[in-house]
């Protein structure tokens, strides 16, 4: 058994040795950064300066847009039974608001609708709907659409609604007619929802089929010979809102108002929030780079910068007052004294 | 020509089970008991399809029932594939390495089962698979041929009926085995070796290789009908290798998955780190944290459903549901929930283990290059409860020691040799001797060149070389040889001596093999010529002593034993009898019955052993060094200054293991350590000695070594009676050495210290290590000269014992650290997604509507955030020269600091934190106009992925290019992802990460996030680690300031006592505080 010789072996033995590898040893070269003061109280300066001045800078973008709010749900039904009222087709329900600007408004102007305590967000509503019936004609699969638009899927005799589901039905339908100073003026109502949604996601084939003619009437009708690729309030609607307070496109106002200019607005209050407590309001708000009125940006931004330069500054003071190097004996045994304390 | 093979059932009870081979039939054997015989049974081990499934355990059940959930579609809350592809795709991972090394294994199969054997069949011989081959055939192999089952030797080349085998392969030992026919089958010519008929009475098949206890009986015409006993020795076992003969051939007993080799490769129980247990805990926690948010969540969904719910027409709520209406919310809410508990856990900690094994598997350092051994771990789950060991049982011999055997000294009728010089083969009084014929040298010389079961091997050139089982045995022919006694030839009857050029022959008659009961062995052999009977005898002193003739003055003798001892040496008493001719044949008699037994034979032999083995002339003692290993002292040194208590598991004296035990440091000489013996004649003694040693222990003041030593018959009475003290001085000692233990015991401490909760590691080298090896938490097996048995029960093997700091401080360690990380960071990452969720829950009417579509949340389970995390197998926190230098940093993982509840409390409270972080920003920057459903939920997404991507890189201790590429890497895919998604018409996600990327306010607001999310992280961690450092710290900051070593050596003092207190009071504090390390509590912050 010992004939094969020694080279034989010694090539055995070699070749059970493992491969040497900077991986295999854990040898990489390996940067180390300690959390040394200069690096904190660097980083957290560095985010007080960065910080501060975006923040101002949001802040003041946000305070040059002039936003109206207008609340209408209250003032704008008179009698007592408001649940009746809206609930009687029969009686007009136009109601006249005045709306006097403080400080002029560059065109073009945003009108919003804005919903309170809507849960366009519910688990039973954010799920009635049916993505491929609204893209394709072609997309009539009864037992899909009922499955995902229940509860409103088809009319009483069973044939299918489009566009079904909750969503659509309760398409929000009060409408707002402008005139400023007492003259009337257009409401652009073109490009209000989003190009993608309008190309890829609403069908130009597909047209309104037996859309609110089942029992109970939700929302707003739509026109039956425009297909859903052109009805944007329907478009707009249906990219649900992530919170029950939320605003949706109305439309714009391509043209200036001036300071102390009034509009007035005729709304016809169509829809229901008062059997569930929600309010409506009328907004009407310009823009910016940071889109609109929001002043959370720039108050945390603000905030957090100073609350970083602070930091930066209490590191640095502590620094000076109780010095300390890292990994310096002299402070380990200082430490040492002071461990009684901390344990 | 049939031999029938019968297995007999347990209990070797042949009676009814002997059956007779068919003599009419054609075929070669009959099998008794005929089993379904599949083909590729040979080799293969049986998979058992649990074994994959056990490792997921109650988790998977869990992820299974949540996946059947979701098939409801009432009340996912998602698509089905959140679950059930992070599901597949775990499951194809893990089933792809399983296959993988299937298919390995079938390979290495299919050429083991393919050889071509020679079998003899109606006495011609011809070539067939291995797998062909059945029980009961007579298989032909050829020198240096490979076994392929287990055979009983019936003829062999050699007219003495010998053979040689070597074993490596079996139980690793290298020397070679002789291998005798049995008596009966002597003097058959091969002609009739095919033709002979017969049966073999065997017992059901085992693992112990050490052990054949089975009979054969020879049909008529060939001998006359008596039964034969058959042992190990009239074996061939598969996968050793014939050497030294031409030819032998053998019946086969066992094949497949019967053989002993084929016994012994059971799959290892699957061992469960504390690391794992504690995991496990934190998972029935967030199960049942999970469970009462799921019932209050539930139940607000409810109320919230019957006060606003039907009020809000556009719900459309039926005005009555069907019956189990009230459990649609809850169970929505939990399937919700259900990845509070990370469904990618398991697989991305089995995937960082394998590395950390591989890490193992390829260290460069735990090489030995004298045995070109790499260290290998063989079981990859458990490397970080190497982190934690908290009691090491070392085995002496081979383990500590080099287990190179070498003739030092020794003391031949109260002349002590060697005594001057320290080498006895030098002694020029011993040479003397030997050159005059000193009848009692002479003697002692026989006894050591002939009183073993060594074998010599003559070289062509003439040169004989001994190949031994015992290191002891060749170390003592080796020096018989150089004092010019040479043993020239054995064979199976016969011993040839050279002695001063003449030559002596002696018949051997029988061995009275060594057992580590008898702990001696002896031979009768006749001196050819004289036709004297001699007994010689060689043993511990305890052995042999108190069998020494009456009257024979030992005196000297003890106390050259104890005097040897005290030098560490192994000492060996020898002896000699003259026998009457009929008290041996008396004996012999019986002899031969006990060896035929079945039932009880160990016993039996030992019983009729002791009866010869009395009033024997001593001799003398021989005195045998065992080096320390390389690096023993160093090694001990630094695992005890880490805190690991040292033990010392010996089956030798009490002396030799003290003295070994100052040798490496294990204990402190006099002045600074205390020895505390327990030990006593009765009892009683033993007893109180205990409870003396326990109030010692207790109170000694710290800074003092304590030690305890007790030896077997000690361990055994005081297991019996008093247990509970014994545990109690176990708990307080951080040393201890117990001597005399027998294999058992050594697995009975084990067993003891390990119900007290510790966690122990076991390494040894020897057969009678692995049952210690196989109890322990860690097995370690060092591959060393007893063989390779303990290397394969453990976990580990290593060259080396000096490796096992490496193994426990660097790997062990790292692998800890890793192993808390990642699994505290998976919880985290599925706390966050999830307590999103919960928080989102309240504004959309605790209805269960989940913010993030199905694709997301699969993605972010399964791709965004567990790349991230692996990084960390390669993160060191600091590097392996400072844990060398300051190993008492193992503290910490030791005593499981860095996973246990309170960190698990603060990373559950920055999974909260950094929830409502991402939330309420989310929510309040994407407010009114902007508050759509799908961006926002992307914006709180890439909050979250933000978030991810800088936590670890907080807790990344170095930064290696791998680590930056996964986790920046990671980050950028993400985007790439989604901006891809976003392309597609058909998905909800259309267009809208591209929306986002160009608003500014997405960006604003991610800068935002993360500086709020980690600031405060940030800030707290840097005055933790200013003003209230850990160890840890203190040594990064150590490490980085000053990078050389000289540097800190200096301040090694100062910062050694500081580290020392800081380390002392963790110990002390380890069961009941627990400091949180790795992550931020408001607790901990100052």
């Keep these: 058994m010992s004939v094969s010789g020694s080279e034989s072996e010694a090539s055995r033995r070699s070749s059970k040795k493992p491969k040497y590898s900077k991986f295999t040893q854990q040898e990489l070269p390996a940067c180390k950064p300690l959390l040394t003061p200069g690096i904190v109280i660097g980083a957290f300066s560095l985010i007080g300066i960065v910080f501060v001045p975006i923040g101002l800078a949001s ?41 006097t600007v403080p400080k002029p408004m560059k065109g073009p102007i945003h009108i919003y609708y804005q919903l309170e305590n809507f849960y366009q967000n519910h688990r039973r509503y954010v799920k009635s709907r049916s993505d491929q019936q609204l893209r394709s004609k072609d997309y009539k699969d009864p037992k899909a659409v009922i499955k ?107 043209s200036d108002i001036m300071a102390s200019d009034e509009i007035t607005v005729v709304i016809q209050n169509n829809y229901n929030t008062y059997s569930f407590g929600g309010t409506k309001a009328l907004v009407l708000s310009t823009a910016s780079w940071i889109g609109g009125k929001n002043n959370f940006i720039g108050i945390a931004y603000v905030a957090v910068g100073g609350i970083c330069l602070f930091l930066a500054m209490g590191f640095v003071v502590l620094y000076v007052i109780k010095p300390r190097t890292l990994g310096d004996p002299s402070y380990l045994s200082w430490n040492k004294e002071d461990a009684g304390y901390s344990h | 020509m049939n031999i029938a093979v019968c297995s007999s059932e347990s209990s070797y009870e042949p009676a009814g089970e002997v059956l007779q081979g068919n003599d009419g039939a054609s075929t070669l054997l009959t099998r008794i008991k005929d089993e379904e015989w599949s083909d590729d049974r040979l080799n293969v081990p049986e998979r058992n399809p649990d074994r994959y499934f056990d490792s997921w355990r109650v988790m998977n059940q869990y992820f299974l029932l949540i996946a059947c959930l979701q098939l409801w579609s009432t009340i996912t809350p998602v698509s089905p594939a959140t679950t059930w592809g992070p599901l597949a795709i775990i499951f194809i991972v893990s089933a792809s390495k399983e296959a993988w090394d299937d298919y390995n294994r079938y390979l290495s199969d299919k050429k083991a089962n393919e050889r071509r054997i020679w079998v003899v069949k109606d006495g011609v011989r011809r070539q067939v698979k291995a797998q062909e081959i059945h029980v009961g055939n007579i298989v032909w192999l050829h020198e240096n041929d490979e076994i392929p089952c287990d055979l009983v030797l019936i003829g062999t080349s050699d007219p003495q009926g010998i053979c040689y085998v070597e074993t490596a392969a079996l139980d690793g030992e290298t020397d070679l085995k002789t291998r005798i026919i049995p008596s009966i089958c002597a003097n ?15 017992p059901n098949p085992d693992n112990d290789i050490r052990r054949f206890d089975a009979n054969m009986r020879l049909f008529p015409p060939t001998t006359d009908n008596e039964k034969c006993p058959l042992t190990i020795s009239n074996t061939l076992l598969q996968s050793c290798y014939l050497r030294y003969s031409e030819w032998a051939c053998g019946v086969a007993v066992y094949t497949g998955n019967e053989t002993k080799s084929g016994m012994s490769r059971g799959t290892a129980e699957p061992k469960l780190t504390s690391a794992d247990s504690m995991i496990d805990k ?91 051994t790499p260290a290998h771990s063989a079981n990859t789950a458990i490397s970080e409860d190497l982190g934690q060991v908290e009691y090491i049982l070392s085995d002496k011999t081979g383990t500590l020691t080099e287990n190179k055997m070498i003739f030092r000294r020794c003391c031949i009728s109260d002349t002590l040799y060697g005594d001057n010089n320290g080498d006895a083969l030098k002694d020029v009084g011993l040479l003397n001797a030997v050159s005059s014929n000193d009848p009692n040298v002479v003697k002692f010389l026989m006894v050591m060149a002939l009183c073993n079961t060594v074998v010599p091997i003559k070289s062509n050139d003439g040169t004989i070389s001994y190949k031994a089982q015992s290191q002891d045995e060749e170390a003592l022919v080796n020096a018989a040889s150089n004092l010019n006694m040479v043993l020239t030839n054995k064979d199976s009857s016969s011993v040839e001596i050279c002695f001063n050029g003449s030559k002596f022959y002696y018949e051997l008659l029988d061995v009275l093999e060594f057992t580590s009961d008898r702990k001696r062995m002896s031979i009768v052999v006749k001196e050819i010529g004289s036709g004297k009977f001699l007994l010689l005898s060689k043993g511990a002193d305890e052995a042999i002593f108190p069998r020494s003739c009456p009257g024979q003055e030992i005196k000297t003798y003890q106390e050259a034993v104890e005097m040897y001892s005290h030098l560490g040496l192994r000492t060996l008493c020898l002896g000699w009898r003259d026998l009457e001719e009929g008290e041996y044949k008396e004996w012999s008699k019986k ?98 000695s205990l409870d003396k040693a326990l109030v010692v222990m207790k109170t000694s003041p710290e800074r003092k070594d304590l030690a305890f030593v007790l030896d077997g018959c000690a361990l055994e009475i005081i297991l019996k009676h008093s247990l509970e003290s014994f545990t109690r001085l176990a708990m307080l000692s951080t040393t201890a050495i117990c001597c005399r233990m027998t294999p058992l015991q050594k697995a009975q401490l084990v067993g003891i210290l390990k119900s007290s909760g510790s966690l122990t590691l076991a390494i040894g080298d020897g057969g009678n290590d692995v049952r210690m090896i196989q109890e322990a938490n860690v097995g370690v097996g060092i591959s060393g000269r007893e063989g390779l048995q303990a290397a394969r029960a453990a976990d580990y093997s290593i060259g080396k014992f000096k490796f096992l700091k490496r193994l426990i401080l660097v790997h062990g360690r790292y692998s800890y650290n890793r192993t808390a990380f990642i699994s505290q960071y998976s919880f985290y990452k599925s706390l966050l997604i999830c307590f999103i969720q919960i928080l989102f829950s309240f504004s959309s009417g605790v209805s269960g509507t989940s913010l993030f579509n199905s694709i997301s949340l699969m993605a972010y389970n399964v791709f965004y955030t567990s790349l991230p995390v692996m990084t960390i197998i390669f993160d060191k926190d600091i590097s392996e020269t400072t844990v060398l230098q300051y190993p008492q940093i193992l503290l910490y993982s030791q005593a499981g600091r860095l996973l246990n509840p309170s960190t698990f409390a603060g990373w559950f409270g920055r999974s909260l934190y950094h929830a409502l972080a991402v939330f309420l920003i989310t929510v309040h920057a994407y407010a009114d106009e ?74 604003i607001t991610m800068a935002l996030i993360v500086t709020v999310g980690m600031g405060p992280v940030l800030a707290l961690r840097y005055l933790r680690k200013v003003f209230q450092p850990s160890a840890i710290d203190v040594l990064q900051q150590i490490e980085q300031t000053n990078r050389h070593i000289e540097t800190y050596r200096n301040m090694e003092s100062s910062s050694g006592t500081y580290l020392d207190h800081l380390l002392t009071d963790l110990r002390r504090n380890k069961d009941s505080i627990h400091q949180p390390l790795l992550s931020e509590s408001l607790a901990c912050s100052r």
């Design chain 1, 59 to 99: 802040l003041s973008a946000s305070q040059e847009i002039v936003e109206l709010v207008d609340r209408y749900d209250e003032e704008c039904v008179t009698a007592s039974d408001k649940i009746g009222f809206i609930q009687d087709t029969k009686v007009n329900k136009a109601c006249t608001r005045k709306i």
């Design chain 2, 591 to 688: 002899f031969q019955d006990a060896s035929c037994s079945l039932d009880n034979r160990e016993n039996k032999i030992a019983e009729v052993c002791h009866s010869l083995e009395k009033d024997i002339h001593i001799l003398g003692i021989t005195a045998i060094e065992d080096r320390l290993q390389d690096g023993v002292p160093e090694t001990i040194k630094l695992l005890r200054n880490a805190g690991i208590s040292v033990w010392m598991l010996t089956g030798d004296k009490q002396n030799t293991a003290i003295q070994i035990g100052l040798l490496c440091n294990l204990i402190t000489p006099e002045s600074n350590g205390q020895l505390l013996s327990i030990n006593g004649k009765t009892e009683d003694d033993i007893l109180r």
């Design chain 2, 930 to 1003: 902007k508050s759509d459903m799908e961006e926002l939920s992307m914006v709180a997404l890439s909050g979250c992925i933000w978030l991810q991507a800088f936590v670890v890189t907080l807790d990344t201790n170095s930064f290696t290019y791998p680590q930056i590429i996964l986790v920046w890497g990671n980050f950028v895919a993400f985007y790439v992802i989604n901006l891809i998604l976003s392309v597609v018409p058909s998905l909800q996600m259309h267009n809208v990460m591209l929306r986002l990327c160009n608003q500014p306010s997405y960006w």
């Design chain 1, 148 to 254: 995902s638009c229940d509860p409103e899927a088809t009319t009483g005799d069973g044939s299918l609604i489009v566009p079904c589901g909750l969503i659509a039905w309760s398409l929000f339908n009060d409408t707002y007619a402008f005139s400023v100073n007492k003259k009337e003026v257009q409401v652009n109502k073109k490009n209000i929802a989003w190009a993608s949604d309008k190309n890829s996601k609403f069908g130009s084939d597909v047209f309104p089929i037996n859309f609110q003619k089942g029992g109970l009437i939700g929302g707003g009708n739509l026109n039956d010979k425009l297909p859903l690729s052109e009805q944007e309030d329907l478009i707009v609607w249906m990219r649900t809102a992530a919170l029950p307070t939320f605003r949706k496109l109305y439309g714009r106002i391509e």
């Design chain 2, 282 to 372: 934190l998972t029935v926690a967030i199960f049942v944290f999970q469970i009462v948010v799921v019932l209050v969540l539930g139940l607000a969904g409810n109320i919230w459903k019957n006060s606003h719910g039907r009020k809000q027409w556009y719900l459309m709520y039926p005005p009555e549901g069907p019956w189990y209406e009230f459990l649609v919310i809850p169970l929505r809410f939990e399937l919700l929930c259900s990845i509070m508990i990370p469904i990618s856990i398991k697989v991305t900690l089995d995937l960082a283990k394998s590395v950390y094994a591989k890490f193992i598997d390829c260290d460069d350092q735990m090489f030995d290059w004298e045995t070109s």
């Design chain 2, 188 to 202: 058959l010519s091969p002609e009739q070796l095919g033709k002979i008929k017969g049966v073999v009475e065997c």
